[in-house]
T-cell receptor
Framework: EPEVTQTPSHQVTQMGQEVILRCVPISNHLYFYWYRQILGQKVEFLVSFYNNEISEKSEIFDDQFSVERPDGSNFTLKIRSTKLEDSAMYFC?????????????FGAGTRLSVL | DAKTTQPNSMESNEEEPVHLPCNHSTISGTDYIHWYRQLPSQGPEYVIHGLTSNVNNRMASLAIAEDRKSSTLILHRATLRDAAVYYCILRDGEEGGGADGLTFGKGTHLIIQP
């Protein structure tokens, strides 16, 4: 069964450093998403991406965040200057078409630890 | 996404049916009821969705009240692998209406006893 793949599974970084979280969405999907989940809290939407541009973003997704689809398979989330409060699980998701946005397939996540 | 209310936690025994309730009294006519679950240390996983009629798939059944103000996710025979947080989410339109991002609440933490 096709799945969303995220790497690395755990990323440790120092405060102020840049990190790039990587995702390989399901191959024929067109919509891509990033969510985060701070330990013990709800899953929160960050951003959606369609047709090589951001479709929608939440208040959390400020100027320190960016997303990119550098090639036909990868989807990345970059955090420019990490803060302690960026420590969280980050989940990538994808959905097949605009007509099926509500069925999103999630990866297992990347645990980001900012020290 | 319109608001839903779920119990914080529920407990059930292995191999018994589980009924997970969700209240959504302010549901609009175009809102579909979606269920996702999150297994420990995993990302959320789509389970099922419906509009008015009861729905079945290989994972679960969804029973929707006639007035649509509540619904119940039914796991017919729970296993230890069904222990997870279950989220009930309303979405505008089955096919892409409304916001892109899913709005997750706290969900129901389902505990399965062996």
């Amino acid at each position: 069964e096709p799945e969303v793949t995220q790497t690395p599974s755990h990323q440790v970084t120092q405060m102020g450093q840049e990190v790039i979280l990587r995702c390989v969405p399901i191959s024929n999907h067109l919509y891509f998403y990033w969510y985060r989940q701070i330990l013990g809290q709800k899953v929160e939407f960050l951003v959606s991406f369609y047709n090589n541009e951001i479709s929608e973003k939440s208040e959390i997704f400020d100027d320190q965040f960016s997303v990119e689809r550098p090639d036909g398979s990868n989807f990345t989330l970059k955090i420019r200057s990490t803060k302690l409060e960026d420590s969280a699980m980050y989940f990538c998701a994808s959905s097949g078409t605009a007509l099926a946005k509500n069925i999103q397939y999630f990866g297992a996540g990347t645990r980001l630890s900012v020290l | 996404d319109a608001k839903t209310t779920q119990p914080n936690s529920m407990e059930s025994n292995e191999e018994e049916p589980v009924h997970l309730p969700c209240n959504h009294s302010t549901i609009s006519g175009t809102d579909y009821i979606h269920w996702y679950r999150q297994l420990p240390s995993q990302g959320p996983e789509y389970v099922i969705h419906g509009l008015t009629s009861n729905v079945n798939n290989r994972m679960a059944s969804l029973a929707i009240a006639e007035d649509r103000k509540s619904s119940t996710l039914i796991l017919h025979r729970a296993t230890l692998r069904d222990a997870a947080v279950y989220y009930c989410i309303l979405r505008d339109g089955e096919e892409g209406g409304g916001a892109d991002g899913l709005t997750f609440g706290k969900g129901t933490h389902l505990i399965i006893q062996p």
